[in-house]
Nanobody
Framework: VQLQESGPGLVKPSQTLSLTCTVSGDPITTAYWWNWIRQPPGKGQEWMGAIHYSGNTDYRPSLKSRTSISRDTTKNQFTLQLSSVTPEDTAVYYC????????????GGQGTQVTVSS
């Protein structure tokens, strides 16, 4: 399976960050949780949320009010939206696949840098 993140590299404060993960080699509707993870500069990775192959979602409690994960099954893609961004949301964002919620991811994308700045 291959996962590839895409989206703008620069977002202004207070705007909504939107990233898409395109998956090839594995339908997102048949198995797995499909996750979004980020890593701010100088910090560890932070799990943001995920969408199950059934369509159910789960989010990190501290980000839940600002985060939405959806999918386009016709394109085999899933999308992250993070609203009201601040410079603290600057990070490398990754999409990844995990067998169960909370388990280690067994495959993921290369990551995409998103900078929040005016």
């Amino acid at each position: 399976v291959q996962l590839q993140e895409s989206g703008p590299g620069l977002v202004k404060p207070s705007q909504t960050l939107s990233l898409t993960c395109t998956v090839s080699g594995d339908p997102i509707t048949t198995a797995y949780w499909w996750n979004w993870i980020r890593q701010p500069p100088g910090k560890g990775q932070e799990w943001m949320g995920a969408i199950h192959y059934s369509g159910n979602t789960d989010y990190r409690p501290s980000l839940k009010s600002r985060t939405s994960i959806s999918r386009d099954t016709t394109k085999n893609q899933f999308t992250l939206q993070l609203s009201s961004v601040t410079p603290e949301d600057t990070a490398v964002y990754y999409c990844a696949r995990s067998p169960t919620l909370g388990s280690a991811c067994d495959d993921g994308g290369q990551g995409t840098q998103v900078t929040v700045s005016s």
